[in-house]
């Protein structure tokens, strides 16, 4: 049995926009915002996966890391990785990271048998992604902007409630 939490209400958002107010109450939402990330980042899952990130980082920053001629991990492409992984915090599974030979970083999901999705994230945040459902498959491109793309989430929706 996989246990998931439901999507969030507003699923998807990776980070609030800045504040545009002056007051007190903006500058005590702004640092109780500030307090949530800071304990989200901090979840097991969610720190597994920045680490694992972080470690391919550090070992695939050159050319031919992997001994196969596989591209060095693209700086823009980390950097969107990390504000992917922070975006999905608890609403969904940590992902296994890794990265594609093309020098992009990568995330796969598995939840069960017959239901796996898998996503990379280009430097320039174009996010691809294809999954199994059963008999049925999942894939599209979007771009990472504000908020986790709608296609992505409602593929990480789906395999993520569904029960095995």
């Known amino acids: 049995m996989t246990l998931a939490a439901p999507p969030p ?7 609030p926009g ?25 979840s097991r899952s969610l720190s597994a996966a920045l680490d694992e990130l972080d470690q391919l980082h550090g070992e ?3 050319d031919n890391w992997d001994g196969h001629g596989g591209h060095a991990l693209d700086p ?18 940590s992902p296994e990271v890794s990265v594609d030979a093309d020098g992009e ?6 939840f069960g048998k017959g239901r796996r ?3 990379s994230i280009g430097g320039d945040g174009r996010i691809t ?32 409630t569904r029960r095995s």
């Not at 823009?76 to 599974?93: D, G, I, K, M, V």
């Open 117 to 119: 999705l898998a996503a």
């Open 76 to 93: 823009a492409s980390y950097e969107h990785a990390r504000r992917l992984l922070r975006a999905l915090r608890l609403a969904y599974p």
């Open 129 to 160: 992604f294809a999954g199994i459902d059963g008999p049925r498959s999942l894939r599209g491109t979007d771009w990472l902007s504000d908020a986790i793309p709608e296609p992505l989430v409602f593929a990480l929706s789906k395999l993520a």
């Open 105 to 110: 970083a990568a995330f796969d999901w598995v």
């Open 60 to 62: 695939a920053s050159h």
């Open 9 to 15: 209400a507003h699923p998807g958002w990776i980070e």
């Open 18 to 42: 800045p504040s545009r107010g002056h007051s007190k109450a903006a500058a005590l939402v702004a640092e109780q915002i500030a307090q949530i990330s800071r304990h989200w980042d901090g």
